[in-house]
């Protein structure tokens, strides 16, 4: 299924300096977010180019997923700070609209409509995007219940699937309106190697039809084999940013996940 038209972007978006030529279709600039005394996201700045992937890693509490609550809008927004999608200023915006305009993200904990078949629960997902007359929705679904591997599941309860058919579902449902900008929390955590390896074909898939997409995993060998940047978080603040090789060799980011020996592991996966 083509995506939603995007002509009028490059007047309105930044070209992303680190990819000659590209064009950012996010840019956060300066966010914060503090709760009480504890600042979870401290002065943070970066951008997304069109059809990149652009990981984000960090150790356990370093803001990754506070981060992209104030992106979504889900469920607070930030204390100050600037977040730009696809030319529109989204910072104060509600979630749906934010939604609306082609941005759609996924949660670490799976959660699904039990009683629903799969082809249903991405049916609600279609709901809530672009307003599409019937047929055009149904196409919508067919494709990406394809897209996703869930075609012979579509019949089958949601709730009866297991973890990683969960987990595509979820996924299913957040691109089933295609949206320019996909942020994925933590898609891989608790599956097996082959489960894994299947992940990465995904993402490649999404991907190639068009999508940006922001990946936070802790799989480290997943993340640095399937971006094109790294970007690396430590108690709240933007640690790192480059290549998935000159980010395993930065002595910041060993440090913080070595204890300042050796270096991040980015050769596996066909990474």
Known sequence: MPLPATRGLARTQPKVASIPGALAVLEVEGVRKAFGSLLAVDNVSFSVAENEVLGIAGPNGAGKTTLFNLISGLPFAADRGRVTFAGTRIEAM???????LGLARTFQKEASFAKLTVEQTVGIGATFGRRLARRDRLRAIDATLELLDL????????????VFAT?????????VNRPKLLMLDEPASGLNAAELADVRRLIGRLRQS?????????????????SDRVMVMNFGRKLAEGPPAEIARNPQVIEAYLGGEGKVPINVLGG
């Open 94 to 100: 509600a979630p749906h609209r934010i939604f609306r």
């Open 151 to 162: 075609h012979r599941e579509r019949h089958q309860l949601a709730g009866s699937l297991p």
């Open 167 to 175: 987990k595509r579902l979820m996924l299913a449902s957040a691109v």
């Open 210 to 226: 068009g999508m940006s997409i922001i990946l936070i995993e802790h799989i480290l060998p997943l993340l640095f084999g399937i």
